[in-house]
């Protein structure tokens, strides 16, 4: 009886260990291709079947055009394909979403990029199966702009935004982007790869899942730093959202670096900057209605309350859409070339001296230190970089032209009446020769620099209501030469 019963417990132990490792392909057109012409046998999904073989099951749960943001016109996490996704109860989940992301609609609400990221994997994870999610680099975007996907956003916010989402989610990631950058004859549509694409990109995911199955790769090493001092905060890794950048400023001009490597993003701020759609005014005796309001909430009436509010209130005066609102004064962008591969990112801000400081350890052994502060004496943000061996450098603002050797950005704040704004960014080294960004100083093999960023506005402390006139651009160049003497 007992050989029996371990015979049989034996077969159910088989016949467990048996069953296939169910893969869900969660994603956009990409999992579909372009000119495929068969996609139930070569779509990437199929392909990944092929390889992997009877051992795992593999489903396509895609939508086309979808997107992670909520708003439309395409989110997926509404589709009827991620309900059955879902249902699947899969093992192991691969997400592929990000580049219609970038269309302008969703992408206007980017902060809802990662909080629905973030929703999706807990909703996979809360799931009986337990799966291992694997977050997924979109693949690049080449020939896009007729569709509506912009390149760029995918590179400089998508791609940086998954990473940070990876990062705090525990999730491996496997890279699309960077394996198919030079090779725009596998999307002939700029987007969508064709069947030969669609076989890359199974090969380079098969192996990662026929090495882990249905278990998560460990996560990467991190590297051990030295308790902080009083004083100063620190992260081994770059910011992913605004809030997590570390703030510099002089109470007039502000910086916020991220500590992204190779890409820097340091957002500018200057507290005069503001949309303007107008005047602003309530109508006369407005306040009368108040006591009314008051009435209505004191007799528990807070739906008439409401109502009255909007009737007398908000509904009158200047537009409830266009109210004044505070705007940066846009991106200064640090690309670091030709180095190594990123090993560690260490970034601190030292509350004592207002520095913030990303530390960059390279895999040949190259440091890269980063400093960014806010001088009040001088009224300029300074960016100070060193490294322990030569490197190449860009610094660019989008739509800043060159003048006279610096980078000058014309700006201005939504409205009629928007702030008009201007960024002077002046390097302490000459560049190397014309950039093949206009919008960009370009250095080569440099191991030491310091930019210095100056910012004007046409706001009128004596009359808001007043403009200056034009005369006020000319003070980020004399702030900036002062500091020569």
């Known amino acids: 009886m007992k050989l029996l019963f371990s015979a049989l417990s034996l077969l159910c132990i088989a016949s467990v260990q048996a069953l ?12 579909f291709g372009t000119g495929i012409p068969d996609r139930e046998t070569n779509s990437y999904p199929a392909q990944l079947q092929k390889i992997l073989g009877q051992r795992f099951e593999v489903r396509n749960f895609a939508s086309e055009n979808a997107s992670i943001s909520p708003d439309p016109p395409a989110p997926y996490i509404e589709t009827p394909q991620y309900k059955e996704a879902l249902k699947f109860l899969p093992d192991v ?23 629905a990221y973030q929703e999706m994997i807990s909703q996979f994870r809360a799931l009986p199966s337990k799966p291992v999610i694997w977050m997924v680099k979109p693949v690049p975007a080449f020939k896009s702009a007729d569709k509506g996907i912009n390149a760029t956003i995918l590179e400089e916010e998508i791609l940086p ?5 990876a990062a705090k989610a525990e999730a491996p990631v496997i890279d699309l982007h960077t394996p198919f950058r030079k090779r725009p004859e596998l999307f002939p549509d700029g987007i969508l790869p064709n069947a030969d694409g669609a076989a890359e990109i199974a090969k380079i995911i098969a192996p990662q899942l026929e090495k882990y199955r249905d278990q998560a ?18 992260d081994d890794a770059a910011a992913t959202f605004w ?21 820097e993003r340091i957002l500018l701020n200057e507290e005069t900057i503001w949309a303007n759609h107008g005047r602003m005014y309530e109508e006369e005796n407005a306040f009368l209605h108040l006591e009314k309001i008051r009435e209505l909430e004191a007799a528990g009436d807070y739906k008439g309350a409401d109502e009255y509010f909007k ?57 890269i230190t980063q400093e960014v502060f806010a001088s009040s004496p001088d009224d ?7 490294s322990t061996k030569p490197i190449d450098l860009t610094a660019g603002m989008d739509g800043a032209t060159l003048q006279g050797g610096d980078l000058v950005l014309v700006g201005k704040a939504d409205g009629v009446l928007g702030t008009k704004f201007t960024n002077c960014l002046r390097a302490s080294l000459l560049p190397s020769g014309p950039s093949a960004n206009p919008s960009a100083l370009e250095f080569k093999q440099i191991s030491e620099i310091t930019f210095q960023l100056a910012i004007a506005t046409d706001f009128n402390r004596q009359d808001s209501a007043q403009p200056l006139p034009e005369g006020w651009k000319s003070k980020t160049a004399n702030t900036l030469d002062k500091l020569k003497d």
């Open 217 to 234: 790769p460990p996560p990467p090493a991190r590297a051990s730093y030295p308790p902080a001092q009083n004083g100063v905060i620190w």
């Open 20 to 31: 296939p490792i169910k893969v869900a392909c969660v994603g956009d057109s990409v999992a």
């Open 380 to 386: 300029v943000v300074v960016i100070s970089i060193k």
């Open 243 to 263: 809030e997590d950048a570390y703030p510099v400023g002089n109470g007039r001009l502000g910086a916020m670096p991220f500590g992204a490597f190779p890409k």
């Open 93 to 115: 989940v691969l997400i592929h979403l990000g580049t219609y992301d970038t269309l302008p609609q969703p992408w206007s609400q980017s902060w809802k990029f990662g909080i």
């Open 161 to 165: 935004l998954l990473e940070g989402i």
């Open 311 to 367: 009737e007398h209130l908000s509904n009158k005066g200047s537009p409830p859409k266009s109210p004044y609102s505070y705007q940066p004064a846009g991106w200064l962008k640090l690309h670091y070339l030709n180095t190594a591969e990123l090993v560690s990112t260490h970034r601190a801000l030292d509350i004592r001296t207002g520095i913030a400081t990303s530390t960059y350890k390279l895999s040949d052994g190259n440091t």
